[in-house]
């Protein structure tokens, strides 16, 4: 049961202005927006009657998977701009001022959804649904299955609408992390930032398994990374050295059980060390975690008090792939919301 702390803490941080810059599209969708779905397609496929998320996801192979059904949601261009404009209107429900969206460009040839119809859709919606207090952004996700030749693709649809659209602003790395490689795929990266200007943001040392690619990763220099959930020493130094922001994504690791306990969780050490980091949802839709909910739990886990909390927000700014200007005037949105709240920082 949630006690009046407990609810005047959910409070603050659903009033607290945020940050989102990790959350994937398709791992984003709320369970009404999944119902809503399904019943604008359960007629021409029956079978989606019976989709259901899992109650519990026992491991990280369950979350891959659990994708290919949340995919069926998706597979077509109209259901993808509805989904993108209900993710969007939820953060935004939820406190969130700047939205970094990303997603993989996916193709249904069943559907004749192509990858660059379904990145026209996605920016669509994004483009319809500026909200006044949110302005939303998009990474563009390669799959670390892609071969290079895939990759550039994405690439080359990167540079294509940045030609007609401001909202993209980066390229990401992502997917299973026990497939693939980031070598094969490196090129690619390269030309996103050589040709688009484009940041970069890397999934990176998820599981040990990844560990043996962080040089690789990080000789690329990212602009940010997801996850870095183990530092081996030669990552630990580096990621310091360039203090290289984290997305820090508390329940997705605690849930695909990359980190044991949110007691466990590696922002502890970015805490203690002052080490750039932003608090983000990765799939809030699949975790059932909001962003809100995760400043509660990191203020819960760590004894953040609300100033600290604020910090924590305020700081993100400078992470964000957004230019000065859009920075200082979120900035200037931020601290003229403290000084009209102060009532709520006090406990
Ligand atoms: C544990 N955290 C994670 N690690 C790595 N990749 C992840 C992820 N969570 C999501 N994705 C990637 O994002 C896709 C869904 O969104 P989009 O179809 O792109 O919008 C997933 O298929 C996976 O490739």
């Not at 969708?29 to 809503?36: D, E, F």
């Not at 795929?185 to 890397?202: H, N, V």
């Not at 990080?218 to 922001?245: C, F, K, M």
């Not at 820090?248 to 805490?271: P, R």
Request: charged share 25%.
């Amino acid at each position: 049961m949630t006690n009046l702390s407990d609810s005047n803490l959910s409070d603050f941080c659903l009033k607290l202005p945020k940050i989102e810059a990790h959350a994937h599209i398709n791992g984003s969708l709320s369970p009404s927006t999944m119902r809503a779905l399904v019943a604008r397609k359960v007629d021409v496929n029956p079978e989606l009657a019976a989709f259901e998320i899992p109650d519990s996801l026992n491991c990280i192979d369950d979350f891959f998977s659990l994708f290919k059904f949340i995919y069926q949601l998706t597979d077509d261009e109209a259901s993808v701009t509805f989904a993108t404009q209900k993710v969007i209107e939820e953060f935004a429900a939820d406190g969130v001022r700047y939205l970094e969206l990303r997603t993989t460009p996916r193709a249904n040839a069943d559907k004749g959804m192509t990858k660059h119809s379904y990145l026209q859709a996605v920016i669509q919606a994004i483009e319809q649904q500026q909200q006044a207090n949110m302005k939303t952004r998009l990474i563009i996700s390669i799959d670390r299955r892609n071969t290079l030749e895939e990759a550039q693709e994405t690439v080359d649809l990167a540079l294509h609408f940045q030609q007609c659209s401001n909202v993209v602003v980066g390229v990401d790395l992502c997917g299973d992390v026990m497939k693939g490689s980031f070598l094969a795929l490196k090129p690619a990266f390269e030309r996103a930032r050589q040709q688009g200007g484009f940041k970069l943001t890397l999934h990176f040392n998820e599981v040990a398994e990844n560990i043996p690619e962080a040089p690789e990763l990080l000789s690329i220099r990212p602009d940010r990374l997801g996850h870095a959930t183990l530092l081996d020493d030669y990552s630990r130094t580096t990621v310091y050295q360039q203090a290289i922001p984290v997305e820090i994504c508390m329940t997705s690791n605690v849930f695909s059980k990359t980190v044991a306990t949110y007691e466990d969780h590696h922002v502890k050490q970015l805490l203690e060390e002052d080490h750039p980091f932003i608090l983000c949802t990765d799939d809030k839709g699949v975790f059932g975690s909001d962003l809100s909910n995760e400043y509660v739990l990191a203020a819960k886990t760590f004894g953040l008090d609300r100033h600290q909390l604020f910090e924590a927000s305020f700081k993100s700014i400078d992470y964000v792939f957004a230019d000065q200007e859009t920075k200082d005037q979120l900035k200037a949105d931020w601290l003229a919301w403290k000084k009209d709240n102060q009532d709520l920082f006090v406990a």
